[in-house]
């Protein structure tokens, strides 16, 4: 008897977790989908209402093409990732140089960068090996890289600091931008949180970042968040990391 408790205890629970990771395919998805159109939008509707002309428009389209295939190619990250968890999670552990992790990174974000003239910079040991999750680690870095580039002013720096203590890897991602308040930090995870302005006017509707904490979990680490108003932001993970 206590033995079927404990079976159908532990049936429940799954199936919590599996519903939970379900409602935050939907959320990221939804997310990703909003997310890629936004731009495709913007520019059919400041067409439509002449804001901007025929020539101006045309000269937009070759960027708009660029735009939508990189959006394409993260919707599809996104749902081939989903197919894989239909059975709940499975890490898929690999060999990771961290330093590739920041390459990466610079190489996808590089139009966002150059558009406010930020610097992105590297800072730590670019040796440091590790064996994880690659797909969840960038998916992370990505949000909390996007957000920071969307809340920084032109011309300033936004750091990849990366630190290793024994089996545990700390990645930072540091900004000089318009920081946040303490309410507003303690709505970030929150999938009802309001919708936040860029300094370039970017929408921050559905920051991902209870996803972001969710797949962290997931990956037995820990996230944390230190930001002062007009000063910038400091988003890290730490994540248990073996080298072999």
């Not at 389209?61 to 993260?74: E, G, S, V």
């Not at 089996?167 to 936040?196: P, Q, R, Y």
């Amino acid at each position: 008897m206590n033995t079927d408790s404990y079976n159908i205890s532990n049936e429940v629970e799954q199936l919590k977790k599996i519903s939970e990771l379900k409602t935050a395919w939907i959320s990221l998805l939804s997310h990703d989908f909003k997310e890629a159109f936004s731009s495709l939008l913007w520019t059919l509707e400041a067409y439509d209402s002449g804001a901007i002309g025929k020539d101006d428009f045309f000269k937009l389209l070759p960027r708009i093409k660029q735009d939508a295939k990189k959006n394409l190619q993260t919707i599809n990250n996104t749902n081939d990732w989903v197919k894989t968890q239909l059975d709940g999670y499975k890490p898929n552990v690999s060999k990771i140089f961290v330093v590739d992790l920041y390459i990466k990174l610079r190489k996808e974000f590089e139009d966002k960068l150059n558009n406010k003239r930020l610097d992105f910079k590297f800072s730590g040991d670019e040796t440091i090996i590790c064996y994880n999750d690659e797909f969840l680690i960038c998916f992370i870095l990505k949000k909390f890289l996007g957000n920071a580039i969307k809340y920084s002013n032109t011309n300033k720096t936004i750091l990849f600091e990366v630190e290793r203590r024994d089996e545990m890897l700390t990645l930072k991602i540091v900004d000089e931008g318009i920081g946040m308040s303490k309410e507003t930090k303690d709505n970030l995870f929150s999938l009802d949180s309001a919708v936040f302005q860029g300094t370039d006017s970017e929408i921050g509707a559905g920051l991902s970042l209870k996803i972001v904490k969710y797949f962290v979990s997931l990956l037995q680490g820990k996230i944390d968040i230190k930001s002062t108003e007009n000063k910038g932001s400091t988003f890290q993970v730490s994540l248990p990391c073996k080298e072999n």
